[in-house]
């Protein structure tokens, strides 16, 4: 009887190198004892070694199977690989021969094998070290893989996270990635791991991409198995996600566009008459919005505040006009209103950043009271006067949905900035179609003197982000036909 001890480390290169020394002899599959459990890469190597030559022949396409096989957690992999290589040997064709019931078994641990690897790409969450000294940021991450799957995914980690440190511990292999090398380790129990700040992201990330109206529990739970929630910190928002799916997928068909009404209408189609459209070069917007003088509020202001986020923005939000932060920062909803509208956006899946931020008027309306300045509601001239800028930023950023936060910018955007409070949480459309989602101005939370009707007003406001949030990774399949 001949035994070979396969290594867990280095098991593609040493089984194939034992086979191809068993091959060479003659020596038939049952009279090999493989074994997995050892760490010596060449126990084997006094029974059998390969041909000096090494011109044994195997198709090409076995030599894939057997690079994915012996992966596998399955302790008879070895001997059945080996066992068909045996085969392979006589039976010309075998490698197609559907019909074969070894290599049917094979082909579906190759299968699970290659499922492993991407789960392990997927689901790997790394942890910043922090180690302030270090060239290079470090990151590790614990991860319980089905299969033996660190060693041949490792690479494409290492491509993926070139500039990093990291290791990926197992409990039966450390991957190590040290200054641009790989290496690999006997595995260890899992260690403590600090916290990090990017689990909020992943959290936050992930409340993004999911999808309340599409929520199938059971395909869910097979493409991000349970077994990985451990490790994994969006998982902590799942039952949650769960619990409220039914009720947000509500909300988002309930809020499906609605006709604006038919004065609304008949005001916005009228603004563009009132209003010059402006059709400067796009880079030259926030210059032009800078020099505006077309209404008396750009005397007292500091300066003028133009829209800021990415052109290409899914997501316009527009307020009503810049406070006295954003008057002498010149960036809108920087100020208390624009923090709290942050936090809850984020929150929401919403991240400020992804979205393009603007006012409808673009300067500071106040009233001096001593040192203070106190906002002042714009009135209707205002708002058209500046209906020039907005139109220019629509043109340019071209957003499939609109946040419409409070009356100013309903009005604005709709014709009607009346009955927020019955409209909020509904979807209307401009007479060009864009949908406009109504929601409360985030300065109205701050004002409200009352705890009960603040925290309710802060509720709503949370819940209209989500159905934003909701809407956009949505829209082309449930509302948008
Ligand atoms: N309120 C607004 O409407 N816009 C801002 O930019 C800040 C506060």
Same mark, same amino acid.
């Given at each position: 009887?001949?035994?070979?001890?396969?290594?867990?480390?280095?098991?593609?290169?040493?089984?194939?190198?034992?086979?191809?020394?068993?091959?060479?002899?003659?020596?038939?599959?049952?009279?090999?004892?493989?074994?997995?459990?050892?760490?010596?890469?060449?126990?084997?190597?006094?029974?059998?070694?390969?041909?000096?030559?090494?011109?044994?022949?195997?198709?090409?396409?076995?030599?894939?199977?057997?690079?994915?096989?012996?992966?596998?957690?399955?302790?008879?992999?070895?001997?059945?690989?080996?066992?068909?290589?045996?085969?392979?040997?006589?039976?010309?064709?075998?490698?197609?021969?559907?019909?074969?019931?070894?290599? %049917? =078994?094979? @082909?579906? /641990?190759?299968? #699970?094998?290659?499922?492993?690897?991407?789960?392990?790409? +997927?689901? !790997?969450?790394? $942890?910043?070290?922090?180690?302030?000294?270090?060239?290079?940021?470090?990151?590790?991450?614990?991860?319980?893989?089905?299969?033996?799957?660190?060693?041949?995914?490792?690479?494409?980690?290492?491509?993926?996270?070139?500039?990093?440190?990291?290791?990926?511990?197992?409990?039966?292999?450390?991957?190590?990635?040290?200054?641009?090398?790989?290496?690999?380790?006997?595995?260890?129990?899992?260690?403590?791991?600090?916290?990090?700040?990017?689990?909020?992201?992943?959290?936050?990330?992930?409340?993004?991409?999911?999808?309340?109206?599409?929520?199938?529990?059971?395909?869910?739970?097979?493409?991000?198995?349970?077994?990985?929630?451990?490790?994994?910190?969006?998982?902590?928002?799942?039952?949650?996600?769960?619990?409220?799916?039914? %009720? =947000?997928? @509500?909300? /988002?068909?309930? #809020?499906?566009?609605?006709?604006?009404?038919?004065?609304? +209408?008949? !005001?916005?189609? $009228?603004?563009?008459?009132?209003?010059?459209?402006?059709?400067?070069?796009?880079?030259?917007?926030?210059?032009?919005?800078?020099?505006?003088?077309?209404?008396?509020?750009?005397?007292?202001?500091?300066?003028?505040?133009?829209?800021?986020?990415?052109?290409?923005?899914?997501?316009?939000?527009?307020?009503?006009?810049?406070?006295?932060?954003?008057?002498?920062?010149?960036?809108?909803?920087?100020?208390?209103?624009?923090?709290?509208?942050?936090?809850?956006?984020?929150?929401?899946?919403?991240?400020?950043?992804?979205?393009?931020?603007?006012?409808?008027?673009?300067?500071?309306?106040?009233?001096?009271?001593?040192?203070?300045?106190?906002?002042?509601?714009?009135?209707?001239?205002?708002?058209?006067?500046?209906?020039?800028?907005? =139109?220019?930023?629509?043109?340019?950023?071209?957003?499939?949905?609109?946040?419409?936060?409070?009356?100013?910018?309903?009005?604005?955007?709709?014709?009607?900035?009346?009955?927020?409070?019955?409209?909020?949480?509904?979807?209307?459309?401009?007479?060009?179609?864009?949908?406009?989602?109504?929601?409360?101005?985030?300065?109205?939370?701050?004002?409200?003197?009352?705890?009960?009707?603040?925290?309710?007003?802060?509720?709503?406001?949370?819940?209209?982000?989500?159905?934003?949030?909701?809407?956009?990774?949505?829209?082309?399949?449930?509302?948008?036909?």
């Amino acid at each position: 009887m001949y035994h070979a001890e396969m290594p867990v480390i280095g098991t593609a290169e040493a089984w194939r190198c034992a086979a191809r020394g068993f091959l060479a002899q003659g020596i038939p599959p049952e009279a090999i004892l493989w074994n997995s459990d050892g760490t010596a890469p060449d126990l084997f190597a006094s029974q059998a070694r390969p041909p000096p030559n090494g011109d044994i022949q195997v198709p090409r396409g076995f030599v894939a199977l057997a690079d994915k096989v012996v992966w596998h957690s399955d302790p008879s992999r070895f001997s059945r690989l080996y066992a068909f290589l045996w085969r392979l040997r006589a039976e010309r064709g075998l490698m197609s021969d559907r019909g074969d019931a070894d290599l %049917a =078994r094979l @082909r579906q /641990m190759e299968k #699970a094998v290659s499922r492993c690897q991407h789960k392990m790409k +997927a689901f !790997v969450r790394f $942890r910043e070290l922090g180690n302030a000294d270090a060239p290079r940021r470090s990151f590790a991450t614990w991860f319980e893989p089905t299969h033996h799957t660190v060693e041949p995914t490792a690479t494409f980690f290492a491509r993926r996270f070139a500039d990093m440190d990291w290791r990926i511990l197992t409990p039966d292999v450390a991957a190590i990635f040290e200054g641009g090398e790989l290496r690999f380790e006997p595995g260890h129990p899992r260690p403590e791991l600090p916290q990090d700040a990017s689990e909020q992201l992943w959290i936050t990330y992930f409340r993004n991409i999911f999808n309340p109206a599409r929520l199938k529990v059971q395909a869910m739970q097979s493409e991000m198995p349970k077994k990985y929630w451990k490790n994994m910190p969006e998982a902590a928002a799942i039952p949650e996600l769960i619990a409220t799916a039914p %009720a =947000r997928a @509500r909300a /988002m068909a309930e #809020a499906a566009p609605t006709l604006p009404p038919l004065r609304a +209408a008949r !005001v916005q189609a $009228r603004l563009p008459e009132a209003n010059p459209h402006w059709q400067g070069p796009a880079a030259e917007l926030p210059a032009a919005i800078n020099s505006c003088t077309r209404c008396p509020l750009h005397g007292p202001a500091t300066q003028a505040v133009p829209g800021e986020g990415p052109t290409d923005a899914d997501l316009m939000i527009v307020g009503e006009q810049p406070g006295d932060q954003e008057d002498l920062v010149g960036r809108p909803f920087v100020g208390p209103a624009g923090q709290l509208f942050d936090q809850l956006a984020t929150e929401a899946g919403l991240p400020r950043e992804a979205a393009y931020v603007t006012n409808v008027v673009k300067h500071f309306k106040f009233l001096p009271r001593g040192r203070k300045r106190l906002h002042q509601q714009p009135n209707g001239s205002e708002i058209r006067h500046c209906q020039v800028w907005l =139109r220019a930023e629509l043109d340019q950023v071209r957003p499939k949905l609109i946040l419409a936060l409070g009356a100013t910018a309903a009005e604005a955007l709709l014709g009607s900035g009346k009955h927020i409070l019955q409209r909020r949480g509904t979807i209307e459309r401009r007479v060009d179609g864009t949908p406009v989602l109504i929601t409360l101005h985030p300065s109205y939370l701050l004002r409200v003197p009352d705890r009960y009707l603040r925290e309710r007003a802060t509720e709503d406001l949370r819940a209209d982000l989500r159905l934003a949030a909701d809407w956009l990774v949505q829209r082309e399949t449930l509302i948008e036909p």
